[in-house]
């Protein structure tokens, strides 16, 4: 590593130690601060979680960082990221659910920033202690997520690998909220409704969390 390299390591790790006073401070004032990390891949396209994110958008408390948009290359700045983290309480993991999972671009997140030694190993303690809500909507109906039903497993089973991820990371986990049926193949009015008002009713629950 050249001098140029070092001193910037120094200065990224200064900055990082003033971030995490900052949030503390915050956190001790008593404001609880709200991240929503958004990870649909195409928002214009989306009718679920689009209406979710209109109707959370004037939440002063609450930040939403839409990946897609801030990363159209997969190219996220993890500082950026982890600086979003450190200043905030609760995190919202929000996403269509994608093959029983999440979506590529939200995975991306995932691994570049709960990094070692921030979220996890030596040092890496930086969320202890903050909340964790999974939010995503699904096309198939929630009779389906269970033992039996055509996808066999509960959402709850499906997301524990995220569940985990919360545990390495020290965080409380605060379990999944979501909407099933939320996918229309036809342009059918009646059923463009029916998810606009589930989605609203999810955005409801988020609200009530956050606020
Ligand atoms: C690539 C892909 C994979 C999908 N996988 C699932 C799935 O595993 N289970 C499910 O219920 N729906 C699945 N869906 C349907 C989406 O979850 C559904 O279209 C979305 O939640 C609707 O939200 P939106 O209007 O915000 O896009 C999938 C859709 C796509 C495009």
């Not at 990094?115 to 995503?136: H, I, R, T």
């Not at 986990?173 to 099933?180: A, N």
Request: with cysteine; aromatic share 10%.
């Amino acid at each position: 590593m050249n001098k140029k390299d070092m001193n910037n390591k120094e200065n990224h790790t200064k900055e990082m130690h003033n971030k995490e006073i900052h949030a503390k401070k915050m956190a001790s004032k008593g404001a609880k601060k709200a991240l929503m990390i958004l990870g649909h891949p195409d928002l214009e396209s989306s009718l679920a979680n689009k209406t979710i994110v209109h109707e959370l958008s004037n939440i002063s408390n609450l930040e939403i960082r839409h990946l897609a948009k801030l990363y159209p290359d997969f190219n996220i700045d993890v500082e950026s990221e982890q600086a979003a983290l450190l200043a905030s309480d609760i995190i919202i993991l929000q996403y269509p659910f994608y093959w029983y999972n999440v979506t590529p671009i939200l995975k991306q997140w995932i691994d570049k920033v709960l990094s070692y030694g921030f979220a996890y190993g030596g040092g890496g303690d930086k969320l202890k202690g903050k909340q964790l809500y999974l939010s995503f909507t699904t096309g198939g109906p929630a009779e389906a997520y269970k033992k039996g039903g055509y996808n066999n497993f509960t959402f709850e089973e499906l997301s524990r690998p995220l569940e985990q991820t919360a545990n390495l990371c020290q965080m409380h986990y605060k379990g999944v909220i979501s909407s099933s049926s939320m996918i229309s193949f036809s342009p059918e009015d009646e059923k463009k409704q029916e998810i606009i008002s589930k989605a609203k009713a999810q955005a409801s629950k988020i609200k009530a969390i956050v606020g």
